[in-house]
């Protein structure tokens, strides 16, 4: 990990440390993050690039860390919701996800689309989705 961020010129993040955790009697256990893993052969990492908003789309954070991975039964529902959670975005705001050419459904899988689009898809091992802000049409008046 330390190396894919060097080679980008990118911060590399800091290790998760164990954090204590109140155990009802005795001493306190250490536990990483989340106990729940993705197995290896069912994991996606995407790199998702920002490629602008519209104006009116409101205040928004830029998202701090743009590579995640997740599982390739993600949707892009899912990763729209990620999205806006991140970003605190307005609910006018209309997100949309782009890979390669082609704007992308709400249904579809991570795994599909790796599949569908192919090679052109990735870049470096990564799924690139690139996302767009725009204020959505049941808003304007």
Do not use: W
């Not at 949707?75 to 806006?84: A, D, N, Q, S």
């Amino acid at each position: 990990m330390h190396d894919f961020y060097k080679e980008r010129g990118l911060e590399v993040p800091k290790p998760a440390v164990p954090q204590p955790v109140p155990a009802s009697r005795g001493r306190p256990r250490k536990v990483l993050g989340s106990v729940f893993r993705i197995p290896p052969e069912l994991d996606i990492s995407i790199l998702l690039e920002f490629i602008g908003a519209n104006e009116g789309t409101g205040n928004f954070k830029p998202l701090e860390k743009k590579f995640v991975r997740v599982s390739g039964e993600a949707t892009i529902g899912h990763v729209e919701k990620f999205l806006r959670r991140k970003m605190d975005l307005d609910p006018a705001c209309q997100v949309d996800i782009i890979c390669g050419d082609h704007l992308l459904e709400h249904y579809q899988t991570l795994r599909e689309i790796r599949q569908v689009i192919g090679e052109n898809a990735v870049q470096d091992g990564l799924l690139v989705l690139h996302y767009g802000l725009v204020v959505s049409p049941l808003n304007i008046t």
